[in-house]
């Protein structure tokens, strides 16, 4: 079945730099986009990045020149690097993939930008 571990998050003091990794198993990884989701307190879960099968990559507004989404078909994981981190990027982190109409999620890692 389809399995998405997230690991990384911690916490980390603002201005400072974090790599997420989720490891993906059960698809065939190269030929699918993958999503990096976030949940802040009280907030909805929104979507922070997005990098297509062919490596193009998406990102929203706040994350923009901060955070690069990248992957690895050959380890079959997509990453998150996150600089010059913010309080305000303090939430749970979700990896995230589509297959036709059902969606898979990990189980989440936590980033807490705090001094």
């Known amino acids: 079945q389809v399995q998405l571990v997230e690991s990384g998050g911690g916490l980390v003091q603002p201005g400072g730099s974090l790599r997420l990794s989720c490891a993906a198993s059960g698809i065939m990884f190269s030929g699918y986009t993958m999503d990096w989701y976030r949940q802040r307190p009280g907030k909805q879960r929104e979507l922070v990045a997005t990098?297509?099968?062919?490596?193009?990559?998406n990102y929203v507004e706040s994350v923009k020149g901060r955070f690069t989404i990248s992957r690895d078909n050959a380890k079959n994981t997509v990453y998150l690097r996150m600089n010059r981190l913010k309080p305000e990027d303090t939430a749970v982190y979700y990896c995230?993939?589509?297959?036709?109409?059902?969606?898979?999620w990990g189980q989440g890692t936590q980033v807490t930008v705090s001094s």
């Open positions: 990098i297509s099968s062919g490596g193009g990559t």
């Open positions: 995230h993939v589509n297959l036709r109409i059902i969606d898979y």
